[in-house]
């Protein structure tokens, strides 16, 4: 059974930066494509950003482009979430994903995913 463990989240006032990790409690993370989904209260989850198994391609919801990166370090078996420039709409409890096959592309439906962590809250004050 995979174990995602979120961390990072906080309270940050607009324009502020925050990083979020996921650490996995297997070495096989680095064959999977990993991604990041959010909830704010009372809406449904969405795709916020993933990336390849490769590290080499990522993808990026159109309300945090240019502002939040993906990254990995397979080595650390542990996938990141740089948000710079944080907006009050930007809060949400953060959950990272395992995509279900191996060698996976990013991919932003959340079908595709099987394993999840439990959320890091993203608090972003005005």
């Known amino acids: 059974q995979v174990q995602l463990v979120e961390s990072g989240g906080g309270l940050v006032q607009v324009g502020g930066s925050l990083r979020l990790s996921c650490a996995a409690s297997?070495?096989?993370?680095?064959?999977?494509?990993m991604g990041w989904f959010r909830q704010a209260p009372g809406k449904e989850r969405e795709f916020v950003a993933a990336?390849?198994?490769?590290?080499?391609?990522?993808r990026y919801a159109d309300s945090v482009k240019g502002r939040f990166t993906i990254s990995r370090h397979n080595a650390k078996n542990t996938v990141y979430l740089q948000m710079n420039s944080l907006k009050p709409e930007d809060t949400a409890v953060y959950y990272c994903a395992r995509h279900r096959t191996v060698w996976s592309p990013a991919s932003i439906v959340q079908g595709d995913y099987d394993y999840w962590g439990q959320g890091t809250q993203v608090t972003v004050s005005s």
């Open positions: 297997e070495r096989t993370l680095s064959s999977y494509a």
């Open positions: 990336i390849s198994w490769t590290g080499v391609s990522t």
